[in-house]
């Protein structure tokens, strides 16, 4: 059997060097990517989640709770529905709590400008609530539990459906 050339050898050191080399950069990346989607998943508020916001008793009733962010678009686009709500509840049930992040005059003034009203202003970190994008709309009842959770600006189908769930636990 011939012996290789040396210029041979090391093609096949080299090209064996790359493989392992694309090979080891899947992996990391597969991993990195996995620790990744798997923190944001469970970052996510989802139905069923168990959720706090200091100062809120939900034991007080259903709760819609809307999560906007100043200088959030689709928030904005979105208040002429949030004023619709406030005004088709029956008395004060559902509670509508507003978690905006900021300073609360800044915040209030900002709500107050999008002519949205809510029975208490919360200023909290989203994050600390599990919202990752605004708006966020979710229903808790008085256990704290989230019964459903609508993200983004809602179409016309997906508000009457805020509607029945928010208006017809009672």
Same mark, same amino acid.
Do not use: C
């Given at each position: 059997? /011939? !012996?290789?050339? !040396?210029? =041979?050898?090391?093609?096949?050191? =080299?090209?064996?060097? *790359? +493989? @392992? @080399?694309? =090979?080891? *950069?899947?992996? @990391? +990346?597969?991993? *990195?990517?996995? %620790?990744?989607?798997?923190?944001?998943?469970?970052? %996510?508020?989802?139905? +069923?989640? !168990? #959720? $706090?916001?200091?100062?809120?008793?939900?034991?007080?009733?259903?709760?819609l709770v809307l999560a906007l962010q100043k200088g959030c678009r689709y928030c904005e686009e979105s208040a002429p529905f949030y004023r619709?709500?406030?005004?088709?509840?029956? +008395?004060?049930?559902?509670?509508?709590?507003?978690? #905006?992040? &900021?300073? !609360?005059? /800044?915040?209030?003034?900002?709500?107050? /400008?999008?002519?949205?009203?809510?029975? &208490?202003?919360?200023?909290?970190?989203?994050?600390? @609530?599990? *919202?990752?994008?605004?708006?966020?709309?979710?229903?808790?009842?008085?256990?704290?539990?989230?019964s459903q959770v609508w993200v983004g600006k809602l179409d016309s189908t997906r508000e009457n459906e805020v509607i029945q769930r928010a208006?017809? $636990?009672?």
């Open positions: 059997m /011939e !012996k290789p050339t !040396k210029s =041979v050898r090391r093609i096949l050191e =080299v090209a064996a060097n *790359v +493989g @392992i @080399i694309i =090979v080891a *950069v899947i992996l @990391i +990346g597969n991993f *990195v990517s996995s %620790k990744w989607r798997t923190k944001r998943e469970s970052d %996510k508020l989802t139905a +069923g989640m !168990k #959720v $706090s916001i200091s100062g809120v008793k939900w034991e007080d009733g259903t709760t619709r709500l406030w005004q088709q509840r029956s +008395g004060s049930e559902p509670r509508i709590i507003a978690v #905006v992040p &900021g300073d !609360k005059a /800044e915040v209030a003034r900002y709500l107050q /400008e999008l002519g949205v009203l809510a029975d &208490g202003i919360v200023n909290v970190s989203l994050a600390d @609530i599990h *919202v990752s994008a605004t708006p966020t709309l979710f229903l808790v009842d008085r256990s704290g539990r989230v208006f017809n $636990s009672y």
